[in-house]
């Protein structure tokens, strides 16, 4: 079995041969390295995309929109996870981004991943009734794991989630009730030795 390390070096590396500059391809390589850690196949879809890369031609957009369509082509998962990142702190604002014909949009997961972890909020991702919940780069949840990965999305959505309890104000009222039993009454004694308390003078 192949370690992380191995993984995140030759992923590098083969991105910068196939044109990414060093820092890309040092984003991509962390990228994948989280893909495979999470049990994605990262290598697996990074290969396949680089096998087309320079027979097949893939879009770029420099600038992120609340709706986005290629002109003709599917878009580079790797220039539009950089962009994302790039653009975070903007595109949370708009809550909702919906994108159409993306090219292996598995290769995007550690970019929205990393990118939940930057703003503080979960990110769910949609593509082709696949569902992806990013969790501030610790974690990333899916009905996928046992479907074959699309390697195109028609259309695909990125959702910003506000932070928000799992549990209601009675639930925690009352597990905060049970916790006061482990609460100690200060009594005469633990006033008398709490800090600078019966300290004496010796001078």
Same mark, same amino acid.
């Given at each position: 079995?192949?370690?992380?390390?191995?993984?995140?070096?030759?992923?590098?590396?083969?991105?910068?041969?196939?044109?990414?500059?060093?820092?890309?391809?040092?984003?991509?390589?962390?990228?994948?390295?989280?893909?495979?850690?999470?049990?994605?196949? @990262?290598? &697996?879809? #990074?290969?396949?995309?680089? %096998?087309? !890369?320079?027979?097949? *031609? +893939?879009?770029?957009?420099?600038?992120? =929109?609340?709706?986005?369509?290629?002109?003709?082509?599917?878009?580079?998962?790797?220039?539009?996870?950089?962009?994302?990142?790039?653009?975070?702190?903007?595109?949370?604002?708009?809550?909702?981004?919906?994108?159409?014909?993306?090219?292996?949009?598995?290769?995007?997961?550690?970019?929205?991943?990393?990118?939940?972890?930057?703003? @503080?909020? &979960?990110? #769910?991702?949609?593509?082709? %009734?696949? !569902?992806?919940?990013? *969790? +501030?780069?610790?974690?990333?949840?899916? =009905?996928?794991?046992?479907?074959?990965?699309?390697i195109f999305a028609k259309k695909s959505e990125i959702i910003?989630?506000?932070?928000?309890?799992?549990?209601?104000?009675?639930?925690?009222?009352?597990?905060?009730?049970?916790?006061?039993?482990?609460?100690?009454?200060?009594?005469?004694?633990?006033?008398?030795?709490?800090?600078?308390? @019966?300290?004496?003078?010796?001078?």
């Amino acid at each position: 079995m192949r370690s992380l390390s191995e993984i995140e070096t030759t992923s590098k590396r083969a991105s910068r041969a196939v044109g990414f500059s060093w820092g890309i391809s040092e984003e991509i390589a962390k990228g994948i390295r989280l893909l495979e850690l999470f049990g994605f196949p @990262g290598i &697996k879809n #990074l290969n396949q995309y680089y %096998k087309l !890369i320079n027979k097949k *031609n +893939f879009e770029n957009i420099s600038t992120i =929109n609340k709706k986005n369509k290629s002109n003709k082509y599917s878009l580079c998962p790797i220039n539009l996870g950089v962009g994302i990142l790039d653009q975070i702190r903007t595109l949370e604002k708009l809550k909702k981004i919906t994108f159409y014909k993306v090219a292996y949009p598995i290769l995007l997961l550690p970019f929205l991943s990393r990118s939940s972890d930057i703003i @503080g909020k &979960k990110i #769910l991702f949609k593509f082709e %009734k696949n !569902i992806f919940l990013l *969790n +501030f780069n610790v974690n990333i949840l899916s =009905n996928l794991l046992v479907k074959k990965i699309p390697i195109f999305a028609k259309k695909s959505e990125i959702i910003f989630l506000e932070n928000k309890d799992n549990f209601t104000e009675k639930e925690w009222k009352s597990l905060y009730k049970l916790s006061e039993n482990t609460f100690v009454e200060e009594s005469e004694s633990l006033k008398q030795g709490a800090a600078g308390a @019966g300290l004496t003078d010796n001078d």
